[in-house]
């Protein structure tokens, strides 16, 4: 009894040393040789993974943990506005985990073209370009890949600018990665810090992080004007060329001085507007107030030019015609008088009996007398055609004056309370 019971357990001995040391042999066959960061680099290398890591739907969750949002440019002429976007993200590859007691270090870093990454486009682009921030991405032991790219993006955008150069307008930015079929990268976006966000004539007020019904994002992001600059070179020289016009209703009508100033005013805003001709916005679906702001200033200045000409004209031949209606209906000439008028001879007889009893110094004098007499009637004449245009020309002065009010107002009215929606979420 004794004796089998020894031989079992010198079995049981024997077995137990014989599995330690079969334990022992594989765990060294299967250790590696070298357990560095590079030589677990090269492992992950020699993997070749540059495919999209496979899930039941084929999609990988992307978290895009942290964007630097800045904008470049505002084109007001061809409704374009290009962006930046630096993207710090991240994801989870299982196929590149490794085990920590095989090698102790919980990140390590590969070259970002021998590993697969999520590619991000704008679905609203005009053009879009995606570029690594760095050459490298970062790899946790767990599986998680870090990753920054570079987006330069230039957005179709029906910016609403009606009440230009006062405009506030918001633009989307739908960043997807998907395809056609629905498969790759479902986006979920983080934080979202704007940079830059005074440049140019254009102030970025807000970037928002917007999910819709299907669960697609994008940035909603918010423009507004800063409004100094434009209104100084635009809408303050349209109205001091305005208060010109007005103020030179003070001017006599007599001599050209009038005219030939409203004829400067004239040309004048006609080269303003020549020169802005590429700084004023462009026409989108709610075409901008200014453009027809310019043309009512310059039907008022030729309107006002072709008045002050007309009173002129009036001041001088007594019409507002270019041409005397004397000449085109003459008035009937008087009939010869009749052998059976009864006066005829009488008047004859008269001039000849006081004709002899003038002598040559009374004829000068009543010559004189008759000059006199005919500029007399002529000042009076001139007198009463220039009264007649000052009172026109005030009676024109104060309809002007009120026209002016009534279009101030009515463009404060458009300014301040129509609304002119555009839905830029369309495309």
Not at 37 to 60: A, F, G
Not at 196 to 202: F, H, K, N
Not at 222 to 232: D, E, H, L
Not at 300 to 317: E, K, N, P
Request: glycine residues 4%; contains cysteine; charged residues 20%.
């Amino acid at each position: 009894m004794t004796r089998s019971t020894s031989m079992e357990a010198g079995s049981q001995g024997f077995l137990t040393g014989f599995f330690t040391l079969l334990h022992l042999t594989v765990c060294i066959a299967t250790s590696p040789t070298c357990v560095t960061r590079r030589c677990l680099s090269n492992k992950l290398i020699d993997q070749d993974i540059v495919s999209q890591p496979q899930s039941e739907n084929c999609t990988v969750d992307v978290f895009l943990k942290r964007i630097i949002y800045q904008t470049v440019d505002v084109n007001t002429k061809k409704l374009l506005f290009t962006s930046t976007l630096k993207v710090q993200m991240f994801w989870k590859d299982p196929a590149l985990a490794w085990n920590k007691s095989m090698y102790p270090y919980d990140q390590v870093i590969l070259p970002a073209k021998k590993v697969w990454t999520p590619h991000l486009s704008v679905r609203n682009a005009v053009s879009s370009m995606l570029e690594p921030g760095t050459k490298d991405l970062m790899v946790f032991s767990n599986g998680t890949v870090v990753h920054h790219v570079q987006m330069h993006i230039i957005v179709g955008c029906d910016i609403n600018l009606y009440t230009y150069p006062f405009t506030t307008d918001s633009c989307p930015i739908y960043l997807s990665g998907q395809d056609s079929m629905g498969c790759g990268s479902i986006i979920h976006i983080g934080k979202i810090d704007p940079k830059g966000i005074e440049r140019g004539d254009w102030r970025t007020e807000s970037v928002d992080n917007i999910r819709d019904e299907k669960g697609n994002t994008y940035l909603w992001v918010t423009m507004s004007t800063r409004s100094f600059n434009p209104s100084v070179t635009l809408i303050l020289p349209s109205i001091l060329v305005m208060l010109a016009d007005v103020a030179s209703f003070s001017l006599p009508l007599g001599g050209g001085e009038r005219i030939s100033f409203k004829v400067t005013l004239v040309l004048s805003f006609i080269m303003f507007l020549i020169i802005l001709a590429d700084i004023l916005p462009g026409d989108s679906l709610c075409s901008p107030l200014i453009r027809y702001h310019f043309c009512v200033c310059l039907t008022c200045l030729v309107i006002s030019m072709i008045l002050s000409m007309l009173l002129t004209r009036l001041v001088a031949d007594g019409s507002i015609l270019p041409f005397s209606l004397s000449r085109w209906c003459p008035r009937r000439a008087k009939p010869p008088p009749s052998e059976d008028s009864p006066n005829t001879g009488d008047s004859e007889l008269e001039e000849q009996s006081t004709a002899p009893h003038l002598k040559p110094e009374d004829t000068a004098l009543q010559r004189m007398a008759n000059y006199l007499e005919g500029l007399a009637k002529q000042d009076q004449l001139a007198h009463s055609r220039k009264s007649l245009a000052n009172k026109v020309d005030k009676v024109c002065f104060w309809i002007y004056v009120l026209c002016s009010i009534v279009y101030a107002s009515v463009m404060l009215y458009m300014f301040k309370y129509y609304v002119c929606a555009v839905d830029n979420l369309d495309f």
